[in-house]
């Protein structure tokens, strides 16, 4: 297989942009996606959630390439051409190209009655001509999923789990860089849906071994009771997650995935109405949380408020220039100053929580500006001059590239006005100050 | 692309629904060798005495379009021909189709059964007319031709040598033919055909006697049928042809003989069945017939075939095949089925033909050439049954198995 490559740095593997579908003609005609946006990192696993007829098919064969696009454009990162390709406008060969950097898993698995599983997998791996050990991978894969004893049989033979596993082995026997599936583990007991799924984990990035090793069963327990992984299992991952950054996109109602997941993106009515990177929605709680005023605020609001600032990408990545979303998230270079010393408060003001970077406290008792404290990811400042009104009592000063997520004055006044636990709890946290 | 015989897996997954598939293309493939067969037979039979003609060129009238056709030429003209630079010899060569009736009459009067009509062939026994061994110098045959009233009968005649109707044809068997006496004392290698159940060489004389001279006025011999011309040794038969021609032209616009060459006169003959009787084109039919049933039935078993792995298919698409693969699985499938279909249907055929030579006399001949023509058309008849259910595979959509 020739080797593939990751996007560069900060790029998403997945780019979806404005897209609207439309099924039928005329009085028929039925739009069933409406302007959809949607960026996808490498190595992440997604799951879309949302009711039935809410678009999360359509969409998903769209950016397989199984539909041609009529509005708006899907971008899918090339790694054996270095580049996007943009879906749209294909033609039928530039789709059947596309499909290729694609592992699809499907609910129905259509594995072809007439071939043994191992067969049915070397289909998808013949489309990569030239592997030097196919037959050994293949081996393995389906080994891993646990049909070593049955590689032989054909699918007739083979129960409805066992026949998903052959599906999932074939979807993943050419590492692709982005899996599609559609309820992927189904059909599949305990055991089996965890081995995909940590499978699935492992191909996206590196994970300590600490948390693989939670998911090991130990000796003397059932892994058919338990479902956990054999030890053999895992001690096959690394040799099959030899490469890194498959992103994965699951349609699935199964929680073992969803706990699982590292963006979860919400569909209704054909629209996303939510793209939540859960490593980023933790982040952002867990820094309004260590704020005194967010603190005080029922978990739920604090959540509604975290969610209003996340801008659907991983704390550990930069924000792009031009990225949708990010209208809560500024950028300053290093030395820019972010807040002033003196500054008057006024319905523009900000709270700061920082996602990126390092900022220096600088406060000027007279006697010219000393760092009282330096502040990194998950820190704030900027509280309490909205809440008492004051002006600024220090400057802030960005170290280094640094972003932050900001919250307007309007907030801080809905729960100044309607919460009155919230003021008690500011009066006793800033009264004295 | 893929190694994994999916044409042949798909095929032979299931190998009763194969064998069943198979049998459909054998039954095609049988259908289309029989009509050929008879085609074939058709021809062949037709040309049967040409075959036989020991000639380099030959002389026949223009309007003789058939052997059966009863037109002749003045024997002048070969008188005429033999003097034409680097012509050696000339013979003449009588042909009777229809009135040379032959009637057993060994039998019991009581049980003898209506006549038959026997194509009789009238040579000068020394003349090598015909290329037999039968009829070459020194056979026991040649001089017991010359004979008057003895005849060559035909061994591939219909039902010989166990004619249930006639008796058995034995050797120095006395029967009648149209009403004369004649003796087998020999038989010759020719056949039935559309026209007669079979030959009878006689000398020339013996073919005035029985089929001349009671019908003609004057000179019985003087209107020949074919003219045998052979050359000098080392004389190019396309110049001696044209100085042929040339001087059987002499006089009129309208020459009242041909000159030909074996071949062009058994194209001639071929011809002339082929295009100016329904013979030619019901047979032609019938055998487009076993085509197209064929196609049918390959069709419905590719179709099928696509119908029942449709999803598959479909996977397929969706994971990166292109219609090209596909459409070669299907053709791949078309030529499993053709090949399997054709060899089984070769064997089946061979035998039916041997059993049809025997009860029709016909001449049914499983040449090379034959073979690969019909092993064409069947692998044209799939392949063009895979393209049509093709289409419906093409236009799979890949977004259904999602």
Redesign the interface.
């Given at each position: 297989m020739a080797e593939s490559t990751l996007p560069p740095a900060g790029e998403p593997l997945l780019r979806i942009r404005g897209v609207n579908h439309v099924f039928g003609t005329g009085d028929a005609k039925t739009q069933v996606l409406f302007d959809n946006d949607l960026e996808v990192m490498p190595g992440e696993l997604v799951i879309m959630s949302g009711p039935s007829g809410s678009g999360k098919?359509t969409i998903?064969?769209l950016i397989?390439g199984?539909?041609s696009l009529q509005s708006g454009d899907i971008d899918i990162w090339d790694g054996r051409r270095g580049e996007y390709r943009s879906l749209k406008g294909l033609d039928?060969?530039g789709l059947?190209?596309v499909?290729?950097l694609?592992?699809?898993i499907?609910?129905?698995h259509?594995?072809?009655?007439?071939?043994q599983a191992t067969?049915n997998v070397?289909?998808?791996r013949?489309?990569f001509?030239g592997g030097t050990d196919d037959a050994a991978d293949i081996k393995k894969i389906l080994t891993y999923l646990g049909l070593s004893a049955r590689m032989h049989y054909?699918p007739a033979e083979l129960s409805g789990g066992q026949r998903q596993r052959v599906a999932v082995a074939?979807?993943l026997i050419n590492r692709p860089k982005l899996v599609l599936a559609?309820e992927p583990t189904a059909a599949l007991d305990a055991n089996s849906g965890l081995a995909v799924v940590t499978l699935l984990q492992h191909l996206a990035r590196e994970r300590p071994f600490a948390d693989l090793e939670k998911l090991i069963a130990k000796p003397g327990d059932r892994v058919d009771e338990t479902g956990r992984l054999t030890r053999e299992q895992a001690d096959m991952l690394p040799d099959l997650a030899n490469e890194r950054g498959t992103t994965s996109l699951i349609v699935t109602h199964d929680a073992r995935i969803m706990n699982r997941a590292d963006r979860i993106v919400h569909m209704e009515r054909g629209k996303i109405v939510s793209n939540v990177v859960v490593a980023e929605r933790l982040f952002v709680a867990e820094g309004l949380r260590r704020c005194a005023v967010f603190a005080s605020i029922l978990p739920e609001e604090r959540q509604a408020i975290a969610d209003g600032l996340c801008v659907g990408l991983s704390p550990a990545l930069p924000i792009r220039p031009g990225m949708k979303g990010t209208e809560n998230v500024l950028t300053f270079e290093a030395g820019e100053t972010i807040v002033r010393q003196g500054d008057a408060v006024t319905d523009d003001s900000l709270f700061y929580l920082i996602r990126r970077g390092k900022v220096r406290v600088l406060r000027d008792a007279g006697d010219g500006p000393k760092t009282i404290v330096e502040l990194g990811p998950q820190d704030f400042f900027g509280d309490r001059a909205l809440l008492v009104n004051e002006p600024r009592n220090a400057t802030i000063q960005a170290i280094e590239t640094t972003e932050v997520y900001t919250v307007g004055r309007s907030t801080f006044r809905k729960y100044e006005a309607t919460s009155r636990p919230f003021i008690e709890r500011i009066a006793a946290v800033y009264g004295q100050t | 692309m893929a190694k994994t015989p999916l044409a042949w897996a798909n095929l032979t997954h299931d190998r009763f629904r194969f064998a069943l598939f198979v049998l459909g293309v054998v039954f095609a493939v049988v259908l289309m060798f029989i009509q050929l067969g008879f085609r074939g037979a058709l021809l062949d039979s037709q040309s049967l005495f040409h075959d036989k003609l020991n000639a380099d060129l030959v002389l026949i009238s223009p309007n003789r379009q058939a052997l059966a056709m009863p037109e002749t030429f003045s024997r002048r003209r070969l008188e005429q021909a033999s003097a034409v630079p680097g012509v050696a010899e000339v013979h003449p060569v009588f042909v009777s189709n229809g009135m040379g009736v032959l009637r057993h009459t060994a039998g019991n009067a009581a049980e003898r059964k209506p006549s038959r009509g026997i194509r009789v062939i009238g040579i000068d026994p020394d003349s090598r007319a015909l290329t037999m061994p039968e009829l070459q110098p020194g056979a026991r045959e040649v001089e017991l031709l010359k004979i008057p009233g003895n005849a060559l009968f035909d061994r591939k005649s219909v039902g010989f040598p166990d004619e249930t109707e006639f008796g058995p044809y034995k050797l120095g068997v006395r029967t009648e033919l149209s009403g004369v006496a004649v003796t087998f004392v020999g038989t010759v290698p020719f056949g039935g055909d559309f026209t007669s159940d079979g030959a009878m060489v006689v000398s020339t004389e013996t073919f005035a006697n029985l089929l001349r001279r009671p019908y003609t006025f004057g000179t019985p011999l003087a209107n020949i049928d074919i003219g045998v011309i052979r050359l000098e040794a080392g004389a190019d038969r396309r110049t001696v042809k044209t100085a042929l021609k040339r001087e059987l032209a002499r006089g009129t616009e309208m020459p009242d003989v041909d000159v030909l060459t074996v071949d062009e006169l058994m194209a001639r003959e071929q011809g002339f069945w082929l295009n100016n009787t329904p013979i030619g084109f019901a047979f032609g039919f019938g055998m487009f017939m076993g085509f197209a049933v064929g196609l049918v039935i390959c069709y419905q078993i590719l179709s099928g075939d696509v119908a029942d792995h449709l999803g598959e298919y479909a996977t397929l698409k969706a994971v990166g095949y292109s219609n090209f693969y596909l459409a070669r699985v299907v053709i791949q499938e078309s030529l499993i089925l053709a090949v399997a279909g054709y060899v089984a249907g070769l064997a089946v055929s061979y035998g039916l033909y041997l059993v049809l030579a025997q009860v029709s006399g016909l001449p049914m001949n499983l040449t090379l050439e034959r073979c690969l023509w019909l092993f064409l058309a069947t692998v044209l008849m799939c392949v063009v049954s895979g393209l049509i259910a093709m289409v419906r595979l093409v236009r799979t959509d890949p977004a259904d198995v999602f």
């Open positions: 098919t998903l064969t397989g199984l539909r039928e060969n059947v190209e499909r290729r694609i592992g699809f499907f609910q129905r259509n594995l072809f009655d007439s071939l067969q070397m289909m998808a013949e489309l001509p054909k074939r979807a559609d | -």
